[in-house]
């Protein structure tokens, strides 16, 4: 793989998690001769300074995005509107715009009509990334050996693809083309409905922990046991870690993939319908078989290489 860099000038807007690991996997590799930065807050555009990750911060992303050859959005999903409609009027003929969005066809919808004649839009979705948000906690290595999904639109610019993809590439990642709309609904599979899941799990324990709580006294002082947090070793604790995953992220992550979503939900009811009558009815039989096929697709994902973890938190690829 060429060692030269793969952009003369990159802007990131947005230096989170995924800007952040982005931006420090650049500058680490050189795959972009000038890095730029842009985040909403003056705290954020200092701390990711202070870091090293960047070679310039701009206060406006307009500033941030002038010349650049790549633009890479890092926001929310619900922020890239605002955030296109800004940057629109700044950015040079042949730029390519891409995104690290967790949903794909909100962000064409939102992105698109903002861009100039002349500037390619290449979705990207990075499947990597922790529970944990905001500058200091990226690291170069979040991407290495996750699938990086692309999703331009048919007649794209072949070379703005292949440049994007290129990017990904030595990043670490290994990079898949899809269509938008397939995209949404198979990561609303493997990815939305497993947060909201444990999102209802972790909300619904610790509601019913209220009601469990077991007061004590000893020596006259009143002593409360936190039973659920306690024994969380049990399961419990692994859906925590999922659910402490960013809220305003996620909130428009279900806003903006809100069909497909529905959709997998309904089918998941009906499924846990079906185990609870097995529970209620007694049959062993078919908890077992369903258990036994559940238990081979962990297996599967081992295979595939996408059980590991770079980060001595666990990682949570969403
Ligand atoms: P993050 O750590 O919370 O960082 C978000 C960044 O966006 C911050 O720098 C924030 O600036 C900035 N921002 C937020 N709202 C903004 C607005 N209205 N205008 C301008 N800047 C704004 O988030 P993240 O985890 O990196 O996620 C970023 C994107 O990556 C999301 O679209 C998400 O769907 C996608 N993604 C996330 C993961 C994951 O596991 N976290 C994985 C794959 C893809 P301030 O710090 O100044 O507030």
């Known amino acids: 793989m060429s060692d030269t860099p793969i952009y003369n000038r990159v802007a990131v807007i947005g230096l989170g998690l995924i800007g952040s690991s982005l931006c420090r996997r650049m500058k680490r590799d050189g795959l972009a001769a000038h890095v730029a930065g842009h ?9 990711s300074m202070a870091l090293g990750f960047l070679d310039s911060v701009h206060e406006s992303a307009a500033d941030a995005v002038d010349d650049a050859d790549l633009v890479v959005l890092c926001v929310p999903v619900g922020a890239n509107a605002a955030v296109a409609e800004a940057i629109g009027p700044s950015l040079k003929s042949g730029a390519t715009v891409t995104d690290v969005g967790s949903v794909k066809m909100a962000v064409i919808r939102d992105v698109g009509p903002h861009l100039p004649d002349g500037v390619h839009l290449v979705p990207g979705h990075p499947v990597a990334g922790t529970e944990h948000s905001g500058p200091e906690s990226g690291f170069p290595e979040l991407f290495e050996d996750r699938y990086c999904i692309l999703t331009p639109a048919a007649g ?3 070379k703005a693809v292949d440049r994007v993809s290129d990017l990904w590439q030595r990043a670490g990642s290994k990079v898949e083309l899809l269509d938008a709309h397939h995209h949404d609904r198979v990561l609303g599979i493997t990815s939305h409905l497993p947060h909201l899941i444990a ?11 209220h009601q469990l709580r077991r007061e004590d006294t000893e020596n006259g002082d009143l002593i409360e046991t936190r039973e659920v947090i306690k024994y969380s070793a049990g399961g419990f604790r692994d859906f925590t870690r999922i659910a402490a995953s960013d809220p305003v992220m996620w909130r428009d992550i279900f806003l903006n993939n809100r069909e497909a979503v529905l959709e997998l939900l ?23 078989d369903f258990f ?22 666990e990682r949570e690829e969403e």
């Open 156 to 158: 794209t610019d072949q």
């Open 292 to 313: 036994t096929r559940t238990r081979a697709v962990r297996r599967d994902v081992i295979d595939m290489k996408q059980a590991g973890s770079f980060n001595p938190t």
């Open 266 to 288: 309904g089918r998941f009811v009906e499924d846990l319908t079906a185990l609870q009558r097995s529970i209620r009815w007694g049959e062993g039989d078919a908890l077992e």
């Open 39 to 47: 985040a909403r807050s003056a705290a954020t555009r200092e701390t």
């Open 199 to 209: 999102y209802t799990i972790v909300g619904t324990a610790s509601d019913l922990e």
